[in-house]
Structure formats: C-alpha cells, structure tokens
C-alpha cells in the first residue's frame, strides 16, 4: 500500500541481546516497578463512608429553595418542566390560602413537585429557566435503590429544610 | 508402638493440617490484598476490620452456592477429581520438617510427621501427583476446554519434573542426603544451600511455579483461551477444593523451598537462642522464623502472579526443555566436579 503520509519511520528489529534473552533482568525489573506502586498511596476513595470533593459547579441533586424568611420560592409556572429535555419534571399547581401566607411566597404553589431522578441527565437547564430561582442543582449523588418508584423524588426529599425560627 | 507416640503424631498431624488450610484460606485473602496494593487499589475491605473475614464469607458462598454437575460429565471421577487434588495437596505436609524436636520432660517430640529417608523423592513424587486431580477433574467434565486444559497441564508438568529433578540432584550432591531432616541440619546457622547452590535455587523455584501451575505458567487456567480450564464445570465446594489445593500447593512449594535452599528453621545466631531460651521456647522460634520464610515465598508467589504476563504455549515448552533441562545438567557437572575437587577425588 501506498503511505498515506510523507513521514516514514523504518522499523529495524534487532535480534535480542543475552541479558534480554535470558528473561531474569526483565523480570527484576518488572518486580520492582510492581513493588513501587506496592508502596503508593491507593487510588480508591471508599465512597460510602467518605465521599470526593467535587468541583464548585458540580450538579448533583436538585434541592428546592426557601427564601430568606422560610418560604418556598417555588411558584409552579412549569418552566423547568418545559426547559427540562428529559421530561423529568411534573408538577401540579395550587391556589395558596390566606393562612398559608409563611409558607408559600407566591399566591400560586406547587403541590405536588416530582423529580424522576431516572430520567434526569443533570443538565441544569432547570436550575436556569426558573425565574423564581427556586431550584438548584447542588445537591450530592443521588443514591443508588433497588425499585424505579423510588427514584421518583418528591417534595419531602427536594425542599431545603426548614428555617430555624427564632 | 505406646500410646503416647500414636496421640503425639495425631496431634503434630491435626494441628499441621489446620495451619495448611488456615494459611491456604488466609491466602486467598492476601492474593487479593497483595493484586490490590500492587495495582494501587485497597481490596476487600468490608468484612470485618480490613476485610478478615472476607475468607469466611467466600467459603460460606461456596458452600451455599447451587452444586451442578454435567449430565454428560462421568459423575464418579468428577467427584473424585477436586477431592484427589485437595489430598496430594495435604500430603505433602508429611516429611517437612518444621522445627527442631522439642524436649518435655524427657521425652523429644520431633516436630516432623515422619522422618523417611527419601523424603525429597516422597515430595517429588507428591507433587506429581498433584496432576492427577487436574486431568481426571478435566477429563470427567466431558468439555473441551476443560480436556483442553487438563493436558496442558499434564504436558506442563512432565516438561518441569524434569528440569526440577535435575536441579534436585546437584543439590544432593552437595547435602548427601534425601531426608530432609539431614538436609536441614546441614545448612547450621547461615550454611543455606542457597549460598552453595544458586542456579539450582532458581531453577527450583522457576519449576515450583510451574508444577503449581501459578502465573506466568498458569497455562491450564487459561482465561482467555480456555475459560476457566480444568474447572469450567465445577460449581459450589468442588470448585472450592480446586481454589483451595492451589493455595496449599503454594503453601507446600513454598515451605520445600525454605526446607531445601533457605535452610528451615535455621537461623543465624540460633545457637546462642536455643541456649538461652530453654528446650520448648527455643525450637519454636525456630519454627516461626521457617514460617516467616514460607510467608516470604508465599508473598513472592503473589508478586510474580501480579507482575509477569503469562508465557505462550510454545514458549513454556521451549522455557522448560531447551533452557532449564540443559541448565540443570550443567549445573550438576558443575557442582560435581568442585565437589570433586575440593575433596581431592
């Protein structure tokens, strides 16, 4: 064939020396690499029980915000459900009551607020159409589960905790 | 025969036979803890503190685990095999000599099973017959890749006896003896064999790792080629007493090793030990500085396992019967003629 290029590089194969013929300097060699690494720090992070630093723009599980008095942000206009590519998003809307007024900022809520962690792709396209800046993604990994409806996360996991109230 | 001859040797018998499945099962662990540190990884780690227990847990699977056997397989010699491999393997415990007898009262316990005159044949001929569990437990699976593997290995292991035997006889030129209780006292104090024999040392040890049949000659377990070799078919305890020879194998080699080149329970300034510690404590210190050897070997084993690829077909024949054969014949005439020389012919 041809040579698809101008670079040539000949390949010349010398017959073997006796030290590289008699296998043992090799092989003392090869030991030796093997007992270096023997005396290095491991790689493995034992990830349960200890977990790596992420990068500061990391994303990792959505968390639904309160504002600076303990109210959710949240007002259910369906906008990160629409920007949202992996439809991971549902919601359903709510009319906020009178007494409900240190709960909820908005007069509309979101009552029911589900995340498919399944189909999420982490994305953050969430995090930037929502005008009310109510939905982050600095959460860590979302855990591994053994059944897909548990993986439908809701409100008890999203929402920050509450506020301590003085 | 008294009595208290028969309970003696049943004791030394039970306690060496636990120390060899002890460290056959703890070596399953190190193999994994040795592979994960030379590829800067931890291994397990889960059971218990450091994953001790992990061993444990391993059996308790294997036993759990769903027994199968072949419907074409021949039942009888498949069952024969695993426990054929695990005995040859035990056996070979007998004639090694594991420390210096020990005085109570007035009577000396040898801590040695039996004291044979050709026990360097007997172990020979013991580690021969470690293939028999390989090829029946081969050949019963009625599986080519299994069949394949079985005559690997037994082609492996006659090429390697031989450069073995070889380098075994320049060594009794050099001893005069074949019991290895003799052997052992002639390397007194730093008189190892190693020192007087070293190409036969590594000859040894290179035919130690293939009659093993441990990495780089780990042709009968071929993954890539033969899917797990001699024992694609077994499941449950069957597989496990296959694993489990493996490791007592080493463990055997290991401790020859230390008997015949790095003299046993020899030690330098152990005259001077025995003396000071009295008849019990001395010999014991002994035995535990033979069962640091075996563990030095043992962990070599492992580094070689984790270090060196596996040798081609055709190059472990060309290994075994153009380079060690011709080696270890010179190796003797070698010896032979020093040795006449030195005694003045």
Known sequence: MEPLTSKKKVLEQKPLTLAERMYLPAIAKGLSIT???????????RY???EREFSTNFRGMHSLKRDEEGRERCTACGLCALSCPAEAITMIAAERKPEEKDIYREEKYASVYEINMLRCIFC???????PKEAIYLDGPIVP???LRKDFIYGKDKLVEPPLNKK | MDIAFVIEKSVLVSIIFGISLLIAMYSTYAERKVAAFLQDRLGPDRAGPFGMFQPLADGLKMFMKEEIVPANASKWLFMVGPGLAMLTACIGTAVIP??????IGDRIIPLQVTDINVGLLYIFGVVSLGVYGVMIGGWASNNKYSLL???RAASQNISYEIAMGLSIIALLLVTGSMSLKEIVETQHGWRWNVLYQPLGFVLFMICA????NRAPFDLPECETELIGGYHTEYSSMKLGFYLFAEYINMFVSAAVMATLYFGGYNYPGMDWVLANTGPVIGPL??????FIKIFAFIFFFMWVRWTIPRFRYDQLMHLGWKVLIPLAIANIVVTAVVIAVIEGF
């Open chain 1, 124 to 130: 953050g396209l969430c995090e930037e159409a929502c």
């Open chain 1, 144 to 146: 591994s589960d053994y």
């Open chain 2, 285 to 290: 210190i002994g035995t535990a500085v033979f």
């Open chain 2, 209 to 212: 790792f293939a009659e093993t």
């Open chain 1, 35 to 45: 007992m270096s690494h023997f005396f290095k720090k491991e790689a493995t992070i």
């Open chain 2, 149 to 151: 593997s079985a005559i």
């Open chain 1, 48 to 50: 349960p029980e200890v």
């Open chain 2, 98 to 103: 594991w420390g210096s007898p020990i005085t």
